[in-house]
């Protein structure tokens, strides 16, 4: 490095540290204008970046903080107050400043910008009589807003230079930093190897040696990950500005307050979140607070406040972002869901208040009206919401219709190392992160049969009166039918994207911590596998990527309710011809088979008979605390044709929905399968209660419109 | 044969060093502060044969750390780096007891010709 370019990166890396803290004291100097010492350093960072640009030859960057010296010197003796066109003149100025630094960072040279136009203004704020513009002012070259990233975070190691007064601080190579965690990461896993190793060998030197090594292993892994952390604050200090420059663009009000910047959070995860949480920021200003007036009218502080926090807990970092504005109106987002298409209005029926104020996170989703240059820019929630997720992160919304709303974003602390639950199927065995884990369920024989609905098309666990969709493994990864089956049935109760599923496997061993290894880049698009780790005995288990598990078994859907868990379209037969459904087949009387869509049931339960209790005219059973009014099929499609197959014992096979948050029951024959199924429906007549038949299974089954159903069983409740 | 640099920024310091080489002071051991506080620390553990220092500087400035100094009875050799060079301010730092004030930017030529009847080159 000569020595030219060694002052220059220094003088880029601190140059952009000040301008960052400049940001944030402007923002704080507009609320508090007598502060003299914010002031001092705001004139310092400029006269520094000045002092230095001269010997530095950057004719054009000395010239424009000079301009800026001239204002905020004046400003520091009192000699002129801070309006707010001057602090967006200053602020203009530092933009300017950056433009040149990422420049000179990037070409070695300062460009030919002269930022003609910033340095009029300036000087006409010191001596207004100057204020004829020249003529040969270049047009206004736009600044960008600073949203670029902090140009010098790669810093190469500092050579102390002769003996320099004690400097706490050494700057590291982030790339040394992520070798040194791979580093780590390999001596954990030799650390397990050993360990097992030892516990075989059953030699006591071994034993207590691997133990040391255990111990000393854990604290240097904790060690080199807190090297890899930074302060939250080192993102947040943007956000001032941003929030200012918004909300004066908005004719807002707004003071956003910064708890728990200290927080520290691994610098690759919070470069993942920087942009999401910026978006989050920009939608609160825009569509979140209210102008000053509305605000007023309300009875509401004219200023809105945006909370912005962090802090640990539970081994994750919570980050919460909460205005006290308008809330999200829940009738306006089921309005929009409807007109977007992104639910069925059956489906959006069934849904709480929160599950539909959540809905602003589904695909394709925007509430605002007119899609304004501040929040839409081409990036929903939505794309928050994956950003977030793709780096095992959650979050949530939750809204106040008229006091305000709060967003809580959850991310791990770190990706490197995770905890997981080893799994085998034959004689391979992979690894799930525990943060998808949600339980295990061991099935004896006899409770495999009654708790497992089905095993063919779709099967389905009963789990303390839920219904969740159950994937095999082995169908996932395309193994083979071992020779002989289990009896024992093994279940990882999953979380999928808020959706819990069971998927079954061999055998459950044990957690562990365990290294996360990149797939190579040929396996990258197997969605399956969210990577590779080595074993304590050396061998290579591959890390499930549990969404990518749930889609590829289909067991995803958009809605985010967690009863219902069963694969679906959430659209009706009829416009979904050819396409795949999964479908209920039940039957009617001796031998009359029916189907309806999936989606559109809530749950499937059973009744004894000695339960049912009459109710006027209709026949109804307590359930969950409410009364559930039965309606029976026949009812609906009128006495069966074929003669009643009721052996008057058994228990009743009842179908329920919900809809707008009253339940009814259908009382069917038999619950038959789930199918997933291509079908083409044929239109039949006017058959009451009936969409058309279609051929499932090889059989002729008439599809039951549970519209009209549902109609039929309303009327009965 | 020791000179100590008060700067708050390391470009500047770094240039600071520079700047003596290249006038003839290379021999001279550099050793740095960034504020007046920790000046002032570095001059009572150390004592430099000389010091450089910035006007502006956050916790303490240049022109408190020489009237702290001369509080405490320390009569080290000082001298200015500054970009700001108001009248007043030359005033000031003449009243404190500092042997000159260099404007910025500096040369080789104008840094030695402002050290040459205090310190000895050496290279």
């Not at chain 1, 459904?581 to 059973?606: F, M």
């Not at chain 2, 502060?33 to 002032?40: Q, V």
């Amino acid at each position: 490095m000569s020595e030219i370019d060694e002052v220059l990166q220094e003088f880029i890396i601190e140059s952009n540290e000040n301008l960052d803290e400049l940001d944030r004291s402007f923002v704080a100097l507009e609320a508090n204008p007598g502060d003299q010492q914010r002031v001092g350093a705001i004139f310092r960072a400029i006269h520094t970046i000045k002092g230095t640009s001269g010997f530095l030859g950057c004719t054009r960057l000395e010239a424009l903080t000079h301009a800026g010296e001239e204002v905020l010197s004046r400003v520091r003796d009192g000699k002129l107050s801070l309006t707010p066109q001057i602090t967006t003149d200053l602020l203009t100025m530092v933009d300017g400043v950056r433009a040149i630094l990422r420049r000179l960072e990037t070409t070695g040279v300062e460009g030919t910008e002269d930022f003609a136009e910033q340095i009029v203004r300036l000087k006409a704020i010191v001596s207004p009589a100057a204020t004829a513009p020249t003529t040969h002012v270049a047009p206004a070259a736009p600044v960008a807003a600073s949203k670029d990233d902090h140009p010098a975070e790669v810093h190469a190691v500092e050579a102390h230079e002769g003996s320099s007064v004690v400097d706490g601080t050494v700057r590291v190579d982030v790339a040394l930093l992520d070798k040194l965690m791979n580093l780590v990461g390999e001596l954990v896993l030799a650390r397990n190897q050993i360990i097992q190793v030892g516990a075989i060998a059953g030699d006591a030197t071994l034993i207590g040696a691997s133990q040391r090594l255990n111990l000393i292993t854990s604290e240097l892994q904790e060690g080199v990950m807190k090297t890899r952390m930074r302060p939250i604050g080192s993102v947040w200090n943007k956000y001032p500005r941003i929030v200012r420059d918004l909300s004066v663009l908005c004719g807002k009000s707004v003071r956003l307050e910064m708890i728990g910047t200290e927080t520290e959070v691994d610098r690759s995860l919070l470069d993942a979140i920087k942009d999401p949480l910026v978006h989050m920021l920009r939608n609160s200003v825009d569509h979140g607070i209210e102008t000053p007036e509305a605000r007023a009218a309300k009875g509401k502080a004219p200023t809105g406040v945006l909370a912005l926090r962090a802090y640990h807990e539970g081994g994750k970092v919570n980050i919460e972002l909460t205005d006290d504005g308008q809330g999200i109106d829940p009738e306006r987002i089921r309005a929009k869901a409807l007109e977007r298409g992104v639910v069925s209005a059956e489906r959006i029926g069934r849904m709480t208040e929160r599950e539909i104020t959540n809905l602003v996170f589904a695909p394709g989703f925007s509430t605002a009206e007119t899609v304004s240059n501040i929040s839409g820019r081409g990036v929903g929630m939505d794309v928050v919401k994956t950003n977030i997720e793709r780096i095992g992160g959650t979050v949530e919304l939750s809204s106040r219709h008229g006091h305000g709303t709060t967003l809580k974003v959850k991310i791990p602390l770190t990706l490197a190392i995770i905890p997981a639950l080893v799994v085998h199927l034959g004689s391979e065995r992979y690894a799930i992160p525990q943060v998808n884990l949600l339980e295990l369920v061991r099935l004896e024989a006899a409770q495999a049969r009654t708790a497992i609905a089905d095993v063919h098309g779709t099967p389905v666990l009963r789990l303390r009166g839920d219904l969740l969709p159950l994937v095999h493994l082995r169908t996932v990864l395309d193994e083979p039918k071992p020779a002989v089956e289990s009896e024992v049935v093994n279940v990882v109760i999953l979380q999928a994207d808020d959706r819990p599923f069971g998927l079954i496997v061999d055998g459950v061993s044990d957690t562990e911590e365990i290294v996360v290894k990149p797939l190579s880049r040929e396996l990258k698009t197997v969605t399956t596998f969210a990577g590779a780790t080595i074993m304590g005995d050396g061998r290579v288990a591959l890390i499930l990527d549990v969404v990518g598990v749930a889609q590829r078994a289909n067991v995803l859907t958009e809605s985010r309710e967690r009863a219902v868990s069963l694969a679906s379209k959430g659209t009706g037969l009829d416009q979904q011809n050819g396409a795949k459904d999964a479908l209920l087949l039940l039957t009617r009387g001796a031998n009359e088979r029916l189907a309806l869509p999936l989606d559109q049931v809530s749950r499937l339960e059973e009744f004894a008979r000695g339960s049912v209790e009459q109710a006027g005219d209709n026949q109804v059973v307590q359930y969950r605390g409410e009364i559930l009014p039965l309606i029976s099929l026949d009812a609906v499609l009128g006495p069966c044709p074929t003669g009643a197959e009721d052996d008057g014992e058994s228990p009743l096979q009842v179908v329920v929905f919900s809809q707008g948050g009253r339940s009814v029951g259908l009382v069917v024959g038999r619950i038959l399968d789930i199918v997933q199924d291509s079908i083409v429906v044929k239109p039949t007549g006017k058959r009451h209660g009936v969409s058309g038949t279609a051929v499932i299974d090889g059989r002729v089954t008439q599809l039951l419109d549970v519209r009209t159903a549902l109609g039929d069983l309303n009327d009965a409740a | 044969m020791k000179i100590l640099i008060v700067d708050d920024s390391k470009a500047m310091r770094i240039i600071v060093k520079r700047t003596l080489t290249s006038a003839g002071y290379g021999g001279y051991l550099m050793v740095e502060a960034t504020n007046g506080k920790e000046a002032l620390d570095a001059i009572k553990a150390s004592q430099p044969d000389f010091v450089l220092s910035d006007w502006n500087m956050p916790e303490m400035s240049g022109i408190e750390l020489l009237t702290a100094l001369r509080a405490n009875d320390i009569k080290v050799p000082f001298g200015f780096v500054t970009s700001e060079t108001t009248a007043e301010m030359r005033e000031r730092a003449k009243d404190g007891g500092a042997l000159f004030l260099l404007g910025k930017p500096f040369t080789p030529e104008t840094m030695g010709e402002a050290l040459k009847s205090i310190l000895t080159p050496a290279a």
